[in-house]
């Protein structure tokens, strides 16, 4: 185990269960009293025996006996029950907090963070990490205390009824310590590889789910088959090595256990033939040593859960300690008069070492609506993350009404902004509480009100069951034209007064993009709009192009149509498309 590891034991203990340690306090004292009475009752059978080999057995005596047999029984049930009411409760209620903070710190990370990182990795620490750091809270422990407490009661007992013996019965004890030492290693290493396959194979799964219709589309079926069969294969290996290892511990715990019974025979035997132990005595010892087979296998079983909460442990905190690239305070600094944007200077590239923005520098006043147009990969959609802080620039900044976007609380700059990206994400719920999402409080002419503005509201008066119709995972049972308006009804809903739209009408008719781009002129919010289609832009204030990451031309669509090439060029391309009729793409 790596020392950043027993950091991460020590941080679990001190910000998970230090809260709870009256809980598991009297969890410890309920697994000592079950224990101590476990511990009594070989004494009392021992004592049976020796009264009936004496031949002089007293009824009264035997059944006083049983009696406190079965006394002694039901107490150590009754308070293991006890220990699992506190010590498991409380395992689950940490395992509460985990996914809480687990969550929380996903909440923190920017855009880059999820660049990164696989949403089926994450899906994966959710789950599988987060229920074997569990286990290790709650039957760990448990199992830990009772092992601790059964030795000492055990051990105890065993050495006020024979010294001798009992040290000959405790001389496989190193060997049980050296075998745990050197098994529980590779359980470790087992066990995060384990962990490692099943984050690689849920990756591989959501992103076939999130991807079927494109698999089917270019026949990868097979291929798919193929690549998650032979991901499984080795998730199976790699549960058979840890299962080998794990299985292995158990018979030899046994046989050492066994070894101690086969020593406590025969130094037992001999002692009773010369008349220093009893019958009953020896009886104790098997009956004690029976009583040890339990924790000594728990130890293997407990290493095994210890080793695989070490390896999501690592994981859990990699995430918890991932520090977010991009910071809010709590509130904001000042609120803005005007909500008008400035752009200075701004730098941007992506890490790859490509610069995607030189020296972006523009000014767009409060109400006026921008367009922004280039050829693909000029940084357009990079300019409005830029804009909506998905991201921050590298060099330069950007401000909201003379106020940098970074002294914007996150709350405070999501109500101001609103971005309806062109592959808009729907949520498997009714048309309207996916645009309740942009509103939690939005009242049903609200809603209402924003389909119409988004030119939706037709379409969805026809709908089955209209505003209460379910749009299917990732809105599946909607066209193209369909989902980005649901998403600009979603953005709408929330009254922005700064609304960014990302190719967001690329997927809808002419006309309909002409009855949404009136509707959106009646607002009182300054929009930017990037489009590949000049019809989208040519209403537009100010027109931006963009080209290689920089702005070569601003100006009117009247302007930039007699003056600059590449906007020219889109003008010839729209004219033949308007000319052959073709449609956009709208296909479900």
Known sequence: MTRQTSTNFQRLFSEYLAPRKWLLLAGAVFVTISNLCSSLYPRLIGQSVDLIASGQAAWRSLALNLASILSLTIGSGLFMFATRKTIIVASRKIEYELRRDFLAALERQSQRFYDRMPTGVLMAHATNDIAAIREFLGPAIMYSANTLTTFAFVLVFMAKLDVPTTLVALLPLPAIAWTTFRIGKRIY???????????????????????????????????????????????????????????????????????????????????????????????????????????????GWVSGIIQRSAASLDRFYAIIDHKPELTYPRVSIHQPIRYDIRCQHVFFHYGDGRTILQDITFQIEEGIHVGIVGPVGAGKSTLLRLLARLYDPDQGRITIGNI?????????????????????????????????????????????????????????????????????????????????????????VGKPRILLLDDALSAVDTSTEQRILYHLRQLECTTVIVSHRLSSVEHCDNIIVLENGKITAQGTHTMLRHTNPFYQLLLERQSIEQFYHVPPSTSR
Do not use: C
């Open 189 to 299: 290493s087992a066990s995060k590889q384990v962990q490692e396959g099943y984050s690689e194979l849920t990756r591989t799964v959501q992103e076939a789910f999130s991807g079927v219709r494109i698999l089917r589309a270019f026949v990868q079926e097979r291929h798919e088959s193929s690549l998650f069969a032979n991901q499984s294969k080795q998730y199976i290996e790699s549960n058979l090595r840890l299962a080998r290892l794990q299985a292995l511990f158990m018979p030899t715990m046994m046989i050492l256990v066994g070894l101690s019974q086969l020593l406590v025979l025969v130094f037992g035997g001999y002692r009773v033939l010369n008349g220093t132990l009893t019958i009953g005595m020896l009886t104790q010892f098997f009956l004690y040593i029976g009583q040890l087979i339990w924790p000594v296998a728990a130890i």
């Open 404 to 492: 940098p976007l970074t002294e914007f609380a996150i709350n405070d700059l999501r109500t101001i902004i609103r971005m309806v990206p062109q592959e808009p994400f729907l949520f498997s719920l009714s048309v309207a509480e996916n645009v309740r999402v942009g509103n939690p409080a939005a009242t049903e002419q609200e809603i209402i009100a924003a389909l119409e503005a988004a030119g939706l509201l037709d379409e969805v008066e026809h709908f089955p069951q209209q505003l209460a119709t379910i749009v299917g995972e990732r809105g599946i049972l909607l066209s193209g034209g369909q989902r980005q308006r649901l998403a600009i009804a979603r953005a709408l």
